[in-house]
């Protein structure tokens, strides 16, 4: 299973971007799949995950609920991190990771790879 992340890029504060997350394989069904960031000299923190199962949900980090909002193309295997309102505390390079289930390996974290967000006027 890989995990190609897209989007990313530049704007100012109160601009929005779209990181998308692919999901491709053979046999593989999607357990979790979401973003964290990582900020210069920070660690790397939760941003938005969607979970799937007997009760599932999408659970967003506080500093992000109201603006970020997932939203998915299941044909494609895909998701989407809309972030609206962006303010300078969201720079960050930004992960896709996803809890996939696969008949050979069972249930593991796979990442994708970084991409750089940067909000500034």
């Known amino acids: 299973v890989q995990l190609q992340a897209s989007g990313g890029g530049s704007v100012q504060p109160g601009g929005f971007l779209r990181l998308s997350c692919a999901a491709s394989?053979?046999?593989?069904?999607?357990?979790?799949i979401g973003w964290y960031r990582q900020a210069p000299g920070k660690q790397r923190e939760l941003v938005a995950e969607?979970?799937?199962?007997?009760?599932?949900?999408?659970v967003y980090a506080d500093s992000v609920k109201g603006r970020f909002t997932i939203s998915s193309d299941n044909a494609k295997n895909t998701k989407y991190l809309q972030m609206n309102s962006l303010k300078p505390e969201d720079t960050a390079v930004y992960y896709c990771?996803?809890?996939?289930?696969?008949?050979?390996?069972?249930?593991?974290?796979?990442w994708g790879q970084g991409t750089q967000v940067t909000v500034s006027s």
């Open positions: 394989g053979s046999t593989f069904v999607i357990n979790a």
């Open positions: 990771k996803g809890n996939i289930w696969t008949p050979t390996q069972g249930s593991i974290d796979y």
């Open positions: 969607f979970v799937r199962g007997s009760n599932t949900k999408t």
